[in-house]
Structure formats: C-alpha cells, structure tokens
Antibody, heavy 122, light 108 residues
Framework: QLQLQESGPGLVKPSETLSLTCTVS??????????WGWIRQPPGKGLEWIGS???????YYNPSLKSRVTISVDTSKNQFSLKLSSVTAADTAVYYCARHRTTVPNDAFDIWGQGTMVTVSS | SSELTQDPAVSVALGQTVRITCQGDSLRSYYASWYQQKPGQAPVLVIY???NRPSGIPDRFSGSSSGNTASLTITGAQAEDEADYYC???????????FGGGTKLTVL
C-alpha cells in the first residue's frame, strides 16, 4: 500500500534553511486527484498545515509561512520536498508529509508519514 | 490563530457516546475532515466529507454538520479511542486549509 517517509536533518541552526524530503512508495506521486502536503506540530501543540503541491508543480501555501516556504516535486524520484528559510526556535516541530486529496467535498489528508522531528538550535 | 475552534478537552465514560465539535465560518460552505492522534504517533484520518470513513475505521465513528459547526460522534467509546482529535477544513479568510486547535478525549 502507499507509504510516505520523511527524511532530512534533525537539527538546524537559527537563520538557516530547513530542508526535508518525502519519499512516496507503493504508488505514483503523479496520480491525478491528489496533492502532496506538509504539516507540522510543535512539541505539545496542535497541527499546522504548511503547504501542498501537485505533481505538475502547482502549489498552495499557508499565508503565514508563504514568504519562507518552498515546496517542490521530483516525479522521477517519486519525492516532494520542503524548504523553510530563516528558521527560528519557533520552527521546532515534528514535520509530517501526507497525501492530500483536494477534491471538494471529500478533501482530506488521507495517508501520513510517520513524521520527523526537527530542532532549531545553535 | 486557528479559524476552526475546538474544545480543548472532553471526557466520556466507557461505552457512552461523545460528540466532539469544531466551529468556524467556513463550515457553512465546506465539510470538515477529522483526525485521531495518539501519543507519539502520526494523525490518522477517521472521517471526511459528509460522513465517510476510510477503510479500517470502526463504524462507531461518524460525522455531521449543521450551520457553522461540524461534529465527530463516537457511539460507544472504547478505551482505545482516548486520543487527540483535530478537525480540518477550508478556510474562509484566505488560508486554503486550516486545522482546529485539537480536542483531548479522555475515556473514563
């Protein structure tokens, strides 16, 4: 079945760029009807949607993060990636990737990766 | 801040019925999806659309919507249902998608 796996550094220095990759296995990232999203969760807090991308490169971003976020896709590797620039301690969180069905009325994040903890610290 | 409002905590006696609510203006136009998250685990989709359950989700979970409020109902709550629950929907204020703040469900 479809699986998603996040990967990337667990520690990033303040002011630097956080970079994560999500590898999709058991299915194609080029499937129609699905976007591919990033969601984060600071320790002890709730979920925050970061952004989502279609295999063609079309993106949606959370306006509160848009100036610092870039999401890209590599269909040849069945991967999509997140870059978050100028990070601070407030960006410390578990970062999840997820398959994002965006077709109203049934839009939902229906398959999630296990998540990866990223700490911003010098 | 979230544009979807949830009660921070709710409790239910074992075997009883509990309703977890999510309020927001966008819910007058869009359905909410609901996610269960247990400690140390990734969220799991439990309800989406009008009232749809993904494969493997018990039928004691159901969803409904009225006005600006979406509800997740657990009929006959089990000990394993103790978890955090989050709603998600489109946002009417410009943010394409937004999560509610989450509700911690305790099964007594």
């Amino acid at each position: 079945q479809l699986q998603l796996q996040e990967s990337g550094p667990g520690l990033v220095k303040p002011s630097e760029t956080l970079s994560l990759t999500c590898t999709v296995s058991g299915g194609s990232i080029s499937s129609s009807s699905y976007y591919w999203g990033w969601i984060r969760q600071p320790p002890g807090k709730g979920l925050e949607w970061i952004g989502s991308i279609y295999y063609s490169g079309s993106t949606y971003y959370n306006p509160s993060l848009k100036s610092r976020v870039t999401i890209s896709v590599d269909t040849s590797k069945n991967q999509f990636s997140l870059k978050l620039s100028s990070v601070t301690a407030a960006d410390t969180a578990v970062y999840y990737c997820a398959r994002h069905r965006t077709t109203v009325p049934n839009d939902a994040f229906d398959i999630w990766g296990q998540g990866t903890m990223v700490t911003v610290s010098s | 801040s979230s544009e979807l409002t949830q009660d921070p905590a709710v409790s239910v006696a074992l075997g009883q019925t509990v309703r977890i609510t999510c309020q927001g203006d966008s819910l007058r136009s869009y359905y909410a999806s609901w996610y269960q998250q247990k400690p140390g685990q990734a969220p799991v989709l439990v309800i989406y659309g009008k009232n749809n359950r993904p494969s493997g989700i018990p039928d004691r979970f159901s969803g409904s919507s009225s006005g600006n409020t979406a509800s997740l109902t657990i009929t006959g709550a089990q000990a394993e249902d103790e978890a955090d629950y989050y709603c998600n929907s489109r946002d009417s204020s410009g943010n394409p998608w937004v999560f509610g703040g989450g509700t911690k469900l305790t099964v007594l």
